[in-house]
């Protein structure tokens, strides 16, 4: 987790000390990458004699520029001053929750830390409890659901890796959650694994808003598609082969058309995979950093001893030294770690490209 802060003051100064003392010591879920920085005259005078900090200047007006470039490089910005400036700092480079940076400011004398941007996707409430807790100071959270301890499926879905699929559904279940309105949960992959349904939500009863926790892209039975907010798992694995020098336009096409045809959002995958001697394929790479997922490969040996039923080819078996590279792959790259693994689909091919699918079915 990459943490920058910054200081404007003597005191302030002191303050950030303390702050990045916390996040070294640990017992957060995240170890700090921290970055320190001092502003202000005074500030950079006391840094310069404290040779046990190492920091970073911000130059005389280039607050502003700092902090754009913050918001694309951190997971969290910590101010140590006012209000005020942080929230001027800050302005022209909001979005939306779901692309900002948690922001946190602390006033210079660590007496409060409040979450101001972020709070749940972003992390700032539980980030601003961990740093309240290593100074000593009052975390100041606003944020409806946790002021009232209700359920937020925004945090539930960071908890839980889980793909946000409408935003406007989501903002409406957390009001219909504040009013009381009861919100019922659905899952394709059980509740065994719960210890509890929250508060406010109930299992397998249509309501007027609800939750579907499933890689599927299809409407399911007796749920309308407005009424329910999907919840996707990144918990699929595509096995993908091809023609060397397939471009990668021509595998995402045949990829989306088997999703398509099965009904599995691609928002669902976590890894594409194959076997080793296309790791240097571009048009696999090019396609797994579009979905911003690892391409996983394979030897044949790693390959033949997966365990299930494929679809075998005595010519791609004589040609790779494995009966089927999309299938094996796939199942390969989810028992990475997992014990329990099934083919969502198996080998489906189109202009050279051959794609299967498995998924862990835990939740």
């Known amino acids: 987790m990459k943490v920058s802060l910054v200081c404007f003051t003597r005191m302030g100064f002191e303050t950030m000390k303390k702050i990045a003392g916390t996040g070294s010591a640990g017992g957060n879920e995240e170890k700090w990458d921290t970055s320190l920085w001092v502003a202000g005259r005074y500030a950079l005078r006391l840094a310069r004699e404290d040779a046990g900090l190492p920091y970073q200047a911000i130059v005389e007006g280039g607050l502003s520029a700092w902090t754009g470039a913050e918001f694309q490089r951190s997971d969290a910005l910590i101010f140590v001053g006012a209000c005020g400036i942080t ?7 909001v979005q939306d929750k779901f692309h900002d940076p948690a922001v946190l400011c602390v006033d210079e004398a660590g007496t409060f830390v409040i979450p101001l941007l972020s709070g749940h996707v972003g992390g700032a409430n539980r980030l601003a ?7 000593g100071a009052v975390p100041v959270v606003t944020t409806a659901t946790d ?23 989501a903002k409406r279940i957390s009001a ?11 899952s394709d992959f059980g509740f065994s694994g719960w210890k509890k349904i929250p508060e406010g939500l109930f299992r397998d009863r249509l309501c007027k808003r609800n939750i579907r926790i499933t890689v599927s892209d299809r409407e399911k039975d007796g749920i309308p598609s407005d009424r329910v907010l999907r919840l996707v798992p990144r918990c699929v694995a595509l096995g993908i082969g091809c023609k060397r020098g397939t471009p990668a336009e021509k ?13 599995i959002d691609l928002r669902s995958v976590f890894a594409v995979a194959s076997i080793d001697i296309k790791k240097q394929e571009q048009g696999i790479i090019d396609f797994a950093n579009t979905l911003q997922v690892p391409f996983l490969t394979f030897s044949s040996e790693e390959l033949n001893s997966q365990p299930g039923t ?7 078996k004589k040609t790779t030294g494995t009966g ?10 989810c028992r990475m770690g997992v014990r329990d693994c099934r083919i969502l689909f198996k080998k489906e091919a189109g202009d050279g490209v051959t794609v299967a699918a498995a998924y862990d079915p835990r939740l």
């Not at 409890?129 to 100074?135: K, L, Y």
């Open 324 to 333: 089927n590279v999309c299938e094996r792959s796939a199942v390969a790259a």
């Open 176 to 186: 219909d959650i504040l009013a009381e309105e009861p919100v019922g949960v659905f």
């Open 87 to 93: 929230v001027r700092a800050i302005a022209p480079f």
């Open 310 to 316: 494929f679809t075998e080819s005595e010519f791609v």
């Open 251 to 263: 595998i995402r096409e045949t990829v989306e058309d088997a999703m398509r045809r099965n009904g």
């Open 129 to 135: 409890e961990f740093v309240a807790g290593g100074i």
């Open 147 to 169: 002021v009232e301890r209700k359920f937020a499926v925004d945090v539930f879905a960071k908890d839980h890796g889980l793909v946000i699929t409408d935003r406007v559904l």
